[in-house]
Structures are given as structure tokens and as C-alpha cells.
């Protein structure tokens, strides 16, 4: 009776490890390991390995791209686009920049007013984007973009923040302002780097948070989606706020990577003026960096050839900076501006593009692409690609015109895209792991 008792503690033992061994393999292929993968599980096909072989690819290639604007995602609040939105645009936009074989991206950007003016139109054009990238083939990076802060500041060409963080009238004056040069500029985003914006009880940076989770969760399951870039440009107006901005992407970054693993691209600041006092410099700049840089970029933007003077040595910073903060460079707008002297109508001097002299030619676009590619980047794109025509004609890719019997528009290249295309083609050749021949780097 001693030996059958020894043994049936033994045989029990045995049951409960492996009852143990089996609920612990369930879980472990039921379950997503972390909350970066839960999507993926849910919504589609993919496997966790799925996701990170996709993910290995994208980061063992240099990107080459193009900026791309939308439609309601680009609408301001304060005005309307006078021009109609072409119909296919985006079937027929993604098909002519996959036939050049050679770019591999679009950085779309997208507006937190656009959003607030028409959300249903707003996130429905976003599926469709990534919906139109995935059968093209066309990586998509999404730019949560701003451009002189807000049309409610600059009602004339500003576009970004929601008209709800500026409802104190007599601090933030309807079109008084929204450049780096404004007063008014200057203290909302001291404002905003502070996080001292609130709605309803709920602070900027958690309302920003809320936004961008959206786009995740219509983009992240689809294979297209390349990454998410936080906010473009944002503006610096004292030294004390780069350290600032890094808490700022830093919270950005844990937040997201809960839910996505993709790239995240932080932005250089603006102004890039590199005698002024907030000390543009590359350890302020390195400073923006969030803490988790697994999977990271820094973006910045580059208008000029930088073979000497101001774009040079915009660019020798930017490269001290990546090296500081050990992260890979994205260049996410390039393009050639020259600009001229001229006075407003007040009599004020300012600078103004001169179209003819910002024209582009291919030797242009090779000596600046060559440039990139020799400092070693993560990708570029190029500005831009827009249904909107540019009085600066290198400034926009694709033509649209409108038969005026049918009223129906149709939509063109560029030469400048043929240009965009050699100088990708001639300065990175890719071969099938992705990687520039070695005679292109020589």
C-alpha cells in the first residue's frame, strides 16, 4: 500500500504538469505577447513574425519618395479649396508613381483641423489611401503635419492645430499671426511645450495622442503603412523648450508603440536660423529625441543644393545631430528654392520664392540626391505631389487639367517627376535585398 501511494502521488504530479505545459502553449499561440501585435492578430492575417520580417525589410532599404496631399485631409477651417478634387486621384496617382519602379513611398500628410472641420470624410480618405497604397505597392509614411501653426492664426495659409486650443481671443487673436516671427506664435507654443492646453478637462498633448491613435487603427493592418511621423515643424522659441520637446516625442513614442511597431519619425524644429537665440545647434537638436529609439527617424527638410553656405552647413548639422542622438536621418521634404528681397504692403522687407530661379534641372536633383546618399540615410521625399497647382512650377509633380464640355479632370506627371525618377534611378540603383549597388556608392 506504501508503494501505491508513493505512486499515485506520481501520477498526479505528472497530470498537473501537464495540464500546466498544455494551458501555457495555448496561451502562448493565442494570445499577442504585447499590445503592438493585438491588432495585427485581430484585424488581420499577419503573424507577429509577419510583422517583424515586414518591418526588417522596410528598415534594410533606403526609401525613395514623394510628398502627396489630400483632399478633406488638408482642408482648413477657415477656407475651402478653390480647386475640384480630381476623381481617382489616388488610383490614379499611386499607379503613375509605382510605373516608375523606383519610388517606393509616399510621406502623406494630414491635418488635426482637417480632422475637426469633417471627420467621417477625414479617416474614410485615409482608408482609402492605405487601401490604394497596399494594391499599388506603395509604402505610406502619415505626417501629422502643421504649417504656420493654424488657419485660425494664419487664416490665409496656415493649416494644423484645431480651432478649440485657441478660444482665449484676447491671448491668441483671430489671423494675428502663426510664423515663427509672431508674438502671438511664440506664446502658444510656449504654451503648447508647456502642456498647458486643455479641453474639457484633458491636456494638448493626451487630445494629440487620441487623434493619432486613429490613424493607427485604420492604417497600422495594412503592409503599405511604412510609419508615423508625430508633428512636422514644429516651432522652438526659447532654448529652454528643446529638452521640452524630447519629453513631448518621448510621450508620443511610449504611447504609440503600445499599439504599433512601425517607424516613428520626430521632426526638426523650425526656424532652422542658425545665428539665433534659442542656440539652433546639433545637442539642442539631438535633445528632441525620444527615449525609446528603437525604430525611430529624424526628419528634416532641405530646399538648395547643399554644396556650400547655408544648406551645407544645414545639413552638416542635421548629421551631427543623428550621430548625437543615434538615430537615422529621413529627409523628409527636398526641393530647390531661391528667394528674392521684396517689400509687403505695409513696407516691410521680406523674402518671397522666385519660381524661375527655383527652377530644378536633373543635374540639380542628382548633386542634391547625391548628397544624401553619400551621407547614408533611411529616405527622402521629394516636395511634392499635389491635386493643388504651385506658382513655382519644380513645386508640384503632376498637372491636372479639366475638359470644360465634360468637366471632367484628368491628371499628368510632370517632367520634373521624370527628373525625380532618374536621379533616384542613377544615384540608387536597388538591388533585390533593397541595398544601392556598389558601383552607384563608389
Known amino acids: 500500500m506504501k508503494y501505491e501511494s508513493i505512486i499515485n502521488k506520481y501520477i498526479l504530479t505528472i497530470i498537473v504538469l501537464c495540464f500546466t505545459v498544455t494551458t501555457s502553449l495555448y496561451i502562448l499561440n493565442n494570445v499577442p505577447v504585447n499590445n503592438v501585435y493585438a491588432q495585427h492578430n485581430v484585424t488581420t492575417n499577419q503573424t507577429r513574425l509577419d510583422v517583424d520580417n515586414q518591418i526588417a525589410q522596410d528598415n534594410n532599404k533606403t526609401h525613395l519618395g514623394v510628398n502627396m496631399r489630400g483632399y478633406y485631409t488638408s482642408m482648413p477651417q477657415s477656407r475651402d479649396f478653390k480647386f475640384p478634387f480630381p476623381d481617382n486621384y489616388y488610383d490614379t496617382s499611386f499607379k503613375d508613381i509605382s510605373k516608375a519602379n523606383i519610388v517606393d513611398h509616399v510621406r502623406y500628410r494630414f491635418y488635426w483641423e482637417s480632422y475637426v472641420r469633417n471627420s467621417s470624410a477625414f479617416l474614410k480618405e485615409i482608408e482609402d489611401v492605405a487601401k490604394t497604397a497596399d494594391k499599388y505597392g506603395i509604402k505610406v509614411v502619415y505626417d501629422n503635419h502643421q504649417f504656420h501653426t493654424s488657419s485660425w492664426l494664419n487664416a490665409g495659409r496656415g493649416t494644423g492645430f484645431p480651432p478649440y486650443f485657441f478660444t482665449d481671443h484676447a491671448l491668441y487673436e483671430q489671423d494675428s499671426g502663426g510664423t515663427p516671427k509672431s508674438a502671438v506664435s511664440q506664446t502658444w507654443w510656449t504654451n503648447w511645450w508647456n502642456n498647458a492646453m486643455t479641453v474639457n478637462g484633458t491636456d494638448g498633448w493626451t487630445l494629440q495622442l487620441e487623434f493619432l491613435k486613429k490613424i493607427v487603427s485604420i492604417t497600422d493592418k495594412h503592409p503599405s503603412t511604412l510609419g508615423y511621423e508625430i508633428l512636422s515643424e514644429p516651432q522652438v522659441h526659447s532654448e529652454d523648450q528643446w529638452a521640452k520637446i524630447g519629453k513631448y516625442n518621448t510621450f508620443m513614442t511610449d504611447e504609440l508603440r503600445k499599439i504599433t511597431n512601425k517607424t516613428i519619425i520626430y521632426s526638426m524644429n523650425i526656424p532652422i536660423d542658425l545665428k539665433s537665440s534659442i542656440n539652433v545647434n546639433a545637442l539642442n537638436l539631438a535633445k528632441m529625441t525620444p527615449q525609446n529609439k528603437q525604430n525611430v527617424v529624424f526628419k528634416f527638410s532641405l530646399y538648395g543644393i547643399p554644396d556650400d553656405g547655408y544648406q551645407s552647413d544645414k545639413l552638416q548639422l542635421f548629421e551631427n545631430a543623428s550621430r548625437i542622438a543615434g538615430v ?113 556608392l563608389s
Open 328 to 440: 537615422p536621418l529621413y529627409i523628409g521634404e527636398w526641393n530647390n528654392v531661391k528667394r528674392v528681397e521684396t517689400y509687403n504692403d505695409h513696407g516691410e522687407k521680406i523674402w518671397v520664392i522666385d519660381d524661375v530661379q527655383s527652377d530644378i534641372s536633373q543635374a540639380d536633383a542628382n548633386a542634391i540626391v547625391g548628397k544624401f546618399r553619400d551621407i547614408g540615410i533611411w529616405g527622402l521625399a521629394y516636395w511634392e505631389w499635389s491635386f493643388v497647382p504651385n506658382d513655382t512650377p519644380n513645386f508640384n509633380l503632376v498637372n491636372v487639367t479639366s475638359d470644360k464640355a465634360t468637366g471632367k479632370e484628368t491628371m499628368q506627371p510632370t517632367e520634373y517627376f521624370k527628373i525625380i525618377e532618374n536621379a533616384y534611378k542613377e544615384l540608387f540603383v536597388q538591388q533585390p535585398n533593397g541595398v544601392p549597388a556598389a558601383s552607384k
